[in-house]
């Protein structure tokens, strides 16, 4: 699921959004991480950051590259140290968020 407003950008700004994913990609190629190595830290980086909106897309990018729902609780499990309890927590529930639309009978 592609958000909205992502694909306004690409409407309004063909070019610019190009050069993004390009530099996206070249990101991802640059080093010797598995796909689902980059898609946990992404994740990671999103949930440290506060970024509900690229966690959820981490999220859903992650189940995509094979990772586990258990594997996304593991990310936000193991934040808490760095990013506090109470702030894991909410980075956990956007975790949840995604798992409970992907696998609605998957308990969390």
Do not use: N
Request: aromatic share 4%; with cysteine; proline share 8%.
């Amino acid at each position: 699921m592609i958000p909205k407003r992502y694909q306004q950008m690409h409407q309004q700004h063909p070019e610019l959004m190009q050069a993004y994913e390009a530099f996206g990609k070249a990101a991802k190629e640059a080093g010797p991480l598995s796909p689902r190595e980059v898609a946990l830290v992404k994740l990671a980086i999103s949930l440290g950051s506060g970024l509900e909106g690229a966690a959820h897309s981490h999220c859903r990018k992650a189940l995509e590259a094979g990772c586990t729902p258990d594997d996304l609780r593991h990310v936000a499990l193991v934040s808490a140290p760095t990013i506090g309890f109470p702030t894991m927590m909410r980075a956990r529930s956007w975790v949840e968020d995604v798992i409970a639309k992907a696998s609605p009978a998957d308990p969390a």
